[in-house]
């Protein structure tokens, strides 16, 4: 009789290895658009976070090649498998399937037969189930196996969303401490008709009205206050608003994922973290929107390895932050390996002024643009609207590392901008064997600083004079400390 360890990420491990049959930025401050989400409606309902907008260029993403069905699920003594089906789900794509799936979980999280047993919640291949707004609820009795080898969508559009449910979130993985996300399946938000909404940017392009209306859109997947998470082959597609977030996570390991929507759909960043720690992306491919990865207020040691983002988009981004005059720490943020191509943005950083805090300890090795309009970013403007006043305050930006970025960007901006804050210096910048040229062959456009300090390690194309040295520690006072040691 087969065992399976106790250990979370070994019982992970040991799933895969049998059923393996189952995977085979210019210089001025740009105008973007921002939803204010916060205030969420009454527990159980988790809080939500506050998100950024802002208009892709417009490439679309090949198209998802699902033909092949998965494996059947190998029987293993010490699993507990919960077909949805078997509790009422139809699977027809048109039927309300979510009493089945919150029957399911609930049955799968408070399994106890027996302390070696791990439970899968199986959606199978072959059906289309529909779920409206709804939160899977731990802490549960045994590890979690959320098995998505069929297709998840939620209603069409607004207009169907069930009256009375949240607007700003799907599916809500709450308080779950050791679940792996993984299958050869798709969850579709069927965004379509959520950016087709009147107020959405990309509908106002000139910007010669402002659009309102009700604009609240849900993110297809979030997970909230939970832990020892994985996430692996799953296809995250079409989500109206951010496809997945994480806040107030810890130990997240995201591993062979593909997150896809058209690069003019507003506001779907692939993957947003907020007040989480110890997150890993790694051999993950993100087409879409808005950020391909956007980092978050509270985040630290964040680890992204072989991630390809693009075509469309706007890149990796740190933020924003500060915003509303708020305080924000992130730290320890290491992107390496990865490819940017058919972006507005590479890597970037943007804050608001009169925010306080510090961005810290971030190293961006061995990353490879094509055709990126902003390859290298700081941009401490960050503003939202035409008026937005000089503010004393500003997040510190401190210890960033530029290393072997190379490859080719659109000539309407310079290869590097940094847009330091007047009264708060970006400083400790090191710069290392940059080579980024234009992708038409004109001619090389000198980067831009302002009151921005560092280093440049290596000769760089192009040729980077714009950074001054490095001030004292005396001048920048109690910066440094802004938000202590991780």
């Given at each position: 009789?087969?065992?399976?360890?106790?250990?979370?990420?070994l019982?992970?491990?040991?799933?895969?290895?049998?059923?393996?049959?189952?995977?085979?930025?210019?210089?001025?401050?740009?105008l973007?658009?921002?939803?204010?989400?916060?205030?969420?409606?009454?527990?159980p309902?988790?809080?939500?976070s506050?998100?950024?907008?802002?208009?892709?260029?417009?490439?679309?993403?090949d198209?998802?090649?699902?033909?092949?069905?998965?494996?059947?699920?190998?029987?293993?003594?010490?699993?507990?498998?919960h077909?949805?089906?078997?509790?009422?789900?139809?699977?027809?794509?048109?039927?309300?399937?979510?009493?089945?799936?919150?029957?399911?979980?609930?049955?799968?999280?408070?399994?106890?037969?027996?302390?070696?047993?791990?439970?899968?919640?199986?959606?199978?291949f072959g059906?289309?189930?529909?779920?409206?707004?709804?939160?899977f609820?731990?802490?549960?009795?045994s590890?979690?196996y959320?098995?998505?080898?069929?297709?998840?969508?939620?209603?069409?559009?607004?207009?169907?969303?069930?009256?009375?449910?949240?607007?700003?979130?799907?599916?809500?993985?709450?308080?779950?401490?050791?679940?792996a996300?993984?299958?050869?399946?798709?969850?579709?938000?069927r965004?379509?008709?959520?950016?087709?909404?009147?107020?959405?940017?990309?509908r106002?392009?000139?910007?010669?009205?402002a659009?309102?209306?009700?604009?609240?859109?849900?993110?297809a997947?979030?997970?909230?206050?939970s832990s020892?998470?994985?996430?692996?082959g799953?296809?995250?597609?079409?989500?109206?608003?951010?496809?997945?977030?994480?806040?107030?996570?810890?130990?997240v390991?995201?591993?062979s994922?593909?997150?896809?929507?058209?690069?003019?759909?507003?506001?779907t960043?692939?993957?947003?973290?907020?007040?989480?720690?110890?997150?890993?992306?790694?051999?993950?491919?993100?087409?879409?929107?808005?950020?391909?990865?956007?980092?978050?207020?509270?985040?630290y040691?964040?680890d992204?390895?072989?991630?390809?983002?693009?075509?469309?988009?706007?890149?990796?981004?740190?933020?924003?932050?500060?915003?509303?005059?708020?305080?924000?720490?992130?730290?320890?943020?290491?992107?390496?390996?990865?490819?940017?191509?058919?972006?507005?943005?590479?890597?970037?950083?943007?804050?608001?002024?009169?925010?306080s805090?510090?961005?810290?300890?971030?190293?961006?090795?061995?990353?490879?643009?094509?055709?990126?309009?902003?390859?290298?970013?700081?941009?401490?403007?960050?503003?939202?609207?035409?008026?937005?006043?000089?503010?004393?305050n500003?997040?510190?930006?401190?210890?960033?590392?530029?290393?072997?970025?190379?490859?080719?960007?659109?000539?309407?901006?310079?290869?590097?901008h940094?847009?330091?804050?007047?009264n708060?210096?970006?400083?400790?910048?090191?710069?290392?064997d940059?080579?980024?040229?234009p992708?038409?062959?004109?001619?090389?456009?000198?980067p831009f600083?302002?009151?921005?300090?560092?280093?440049?390690?290596?000769?760089?194309?192009?040729?980077?004079?714009?950074?001054?040295?490095?001030?004292?520690?005396?001048?920048?006072?109690?910066?440094?400390?802004?938000?202590?040691?991780?």
């Open positions: 009789m087969l065992k399976i360890s106790r250990d979370p990420f019982r992970f491990t040991t799933l895969i290895l049998i059923t393996s049959s189952l995977f085979s930025y210019g210089t001025e401050a740009r973007h658009y921002y939803n204010d989400i916060h205030n969420p409606n009454s527990y309902e988790p809080p939500y506050s998100f950024s907008q802002s208009q892709p260029p417009s490439i679309s993403p198209p998802d090649d699902l033909s092949q069905p998965p494996s059947p699920c190998q029987d293993l003594a010490q699993e507990v498998v077909d949805v089906r078997n509790y009422g789900a139809i699977g027809d794509g048109i039927t309300d399937d979510t009493d089945a799936f919150k029957t399911a979980w609930d049955s799968a999280c408070s399994n106890d037969e027996d302390n070696n047993t791990v439970s899968i919640l199986l959606v199978p059906f289309t189930f529909v779920i409206h707004s709804t939160i609820t731990g802490p549960c009795r590890y979690q959320f098995q998505v080898d069929g297709t998840i969508v939620p209603r069409d559009g607004p207009e169907s969303w069930p009256s009375g449910f949240n607007k700003r979130q799907w599916l809500v993985f709450y308080r779950i401490k050791g679940m996300l993984i299958g050869n399946g798709v969850i579709d938000g965004g379509q008709k959520w950016w087709d909404l009147p107020c959405k940017p990309h106002n392009v000139n910007k010669t009205t659009l309102t209306g009700p604009c609240e859109s849900p993110a997947l979030r997970f909230f206050m020892n998470l994985s996430m692996q799953v296809t995250i597609k079409n989500s109206p608003q951010f496809h997945m977030t994480f806040d107030g996570c810890h130990e390991h995201i591993n994922l593909r997150i896809t929507s058209p690069p003019s759909s507003p506001n960043d692939g993957i947003h973290i907020e007040n989480s720690n110890s997150v890993e992306i790694h051999n993950s491919v993100i087409s879409n929107g808005d950020d391909c990865v956007s980092i978050g207020s509270g985040s040691n964040i992204i390895l072989n991630l390809t983002c693009g075509p469309g988009g706007h890149g990796i981004s740190i933020g924003s932050l500060g915003n509303q005059n708020s305080r924000a720490c992130v730290s320890n943020i290491t992107v390496r390996d990865s490819f940017i191509k058919f972006s507005d943005n590479g890597v970037r950083i943007k804050t608001w002024q009169g925010g805090g510090s961005v810290s300890g971030v190293t961006f090795d061995n990353i490879q643009m094509d055709n990126v309009r902003n390859p290298i970013i700081i941009d401490q403007y960050y503003c939202t609207s035409k008026n937005c006043p000089n503010k004393t500003a997040v510190f930006v401190n210890d960033v590392v530029y290393q072997s970025i190379k490859g080719t960007y659109d000539r309407r901006s310079p290869p590097m940094f847009g330091c804050s007047n708060v210096p970006c400083v400790n910048l090191t710069l290392s940059i080579d980024l040229v992708s038409k062959g004109e001619m090389v456009v000198d600083c302002w009151n921005a300090y560092g280093v440049v390690d290596e000769l760089s194309v192009p040729s980077i004079s714009c950074l001054k040295s490095n001030p004292s520690t005396l001048l920048l006072g109690g910066l440094l400390g802004e938000c202590g040691a991780r």
